[in-house]
């Protein structure tokens, strides 16, 4: 078995990006202090061919050289907006017809390989602060709330890395509904 190079993964180009269809998910991040966190974001939203990022309050915006360390680029491809209210953006979003879903641990909670897409659904995955998580003013207006199961010691996992495993399971699981075999 032999690796590929980069020049054979046929990968789009920042204008085929924006070109193509995009997954029907926006990613807000709510409060998110690390510069590279936000980058690895970025890089797993160009991916997975993500709508949007909303970047909320103290969330650090590009052009950022810690954001572009793990971005490589990705800040360029995806789009991406700031807005000072998380709040407000999951209110405009849910009036625009999007089920928000906070990625937390709360009550009630539905299990990530729990859930299920709907046809023509679109999503909004929200993304708390490193310690505080997804503020709870923003939970109480989420359609609902996806928790990462988890059996260790610890109580949580990097937001990168939660981002990670969210985005590929919802983008997975709509690829799945659109192209079933």
């Known amino acids: 078995m032999r690796k590929l190079k980069n020049e054979e993964l046929d990968r789009l180009d920042i204008e085929g990006f924006k070109n193509a269809n995009k997954t029907p998910v926006v ?21 997975f061919l993500i709508e949007k990022i909303y970047l909320c309050g103290i969330t650090a915006t590009p052009p950022n050289k810690d954001i572009n360390k793990t971005a490589l680029g990705a800040t360029e491809s995806v789009a991406w ?18 089920t928000s879903l906070a990625i937390e641990q709360a009550e009630n909670a539905t299990m990530l390989q729990d859930f299920k ?5 679109k ?25 990462i199961p988890q059996f260790g010691t610890k109580h949580s996992l990097n937001i990168s890395v939660s981002a990670g495993i969210v985005i590929w399971d919802v983008w997975s699981k709509i690829k799945v509904k659109k192209n079933p075999t």
């Not at 907006?81 to 999007?98: H, P």
């Not at 897409?117 to 659904?121: A, D, I, Q, S, Y």
């Open 27 to 47: 990613v807000v991040l709510d409060n998110i202090r690390s510069l590279n966190n936000i980058g690895s974001v970025f890089r797993t939203s160009d991916a």
């Open 81 to 98: 907006e700031y807005k000072e209210s998380t709040l407000d953006v999951i209110q405009n979003l849910n009036a625009e017809g999007y």
């Open 117 to 121: 897409v709907k046809p023509n659904e």
């Open 123 to 147: 999503y909004v995955l929200i993304f708390g602060n490193e310690v505080k998580g997804v503020s709870q003013e923003v939970v109480n207006i989420c359609t609902g709330v996806l928790e």
